[in-house]
């Protein structure tokens, strides 16, 4: 699968660094933080690596984290007052620790929404990938018999 690319400005600089790659541009991201919601991206992203070592790191949307295999797994949003993780099918998805803390009300997802001293539940939220990921490769299984 190929990975997307963006260009990415070199800080302060004004000069187009060249193409640079999602992984790198979560690095930029995880960086220019600076505080505990830059810990907590990439705590979380280590635990997505973790659960899912095949995982495909995207940058979509004008700078949002994105972890696919076989689909999107998950999101990684950062916000004032909360790290965001939203799982694009976490509506069809088992939650028996009760991560689900956010965007309980629609149909398709589900986010965990992560405020500073929160601790993850991170065999939880591991599950939770690896139960994204299994939902993901069996719902392009049934695609590709069609």
């Given at each position: 699968m190929k990975k997307a690319t963006a260009s990415m400005k070199k800080s302060g600089s004004g000069q187009e660094a060249e193409e640079a790659s999602p992984s790198q541009m979560i690095d930029a991201r995880i960086e220019e933080l600076k505080d505990w919601r830059g810990e907590t991206l990439a705590r979380a992203r280590a635990l997505i690596r973790q659960a899912e070592p095949d995982v495909v790191e995207e940058w979509k949307w004008r700078g949002v984290p994105?972890?696919?295999?076989s689909g999107i797994i998950c999101t990684g949003e950062t916000y004032k007052s909360v790290v965001k993780l939203t799982?694009?099918?976490?509506?069809?998805?088992?939650?028996?620790?009760?991560?689900?803390n956010s965007s309980l009300e629609?149909?398709?997802r589900?986010?965990?929404?992560?405020?500073?001293?929160?601790?993850?539940?991170?065999?939880?939220?591991?599950a939770l990938v690896r139960?994204?990921?299994?939902?993901?490769m069996s719902a392009k299984a049934s695609r590709s018999k069609k």
């Open positions: 994105v972890w696919e295999r799982f694009a099918r976490g509506a069809a998805l088992e939650d028996p620790s009760g991560l689900f629609g149909n398709t589900r986010a965990i929404d992560i405020h500073e001293n929160d601790k993850i539940d991170e065999e939880a939220l591991k139960a994204a990921v299994a939902l993901n």
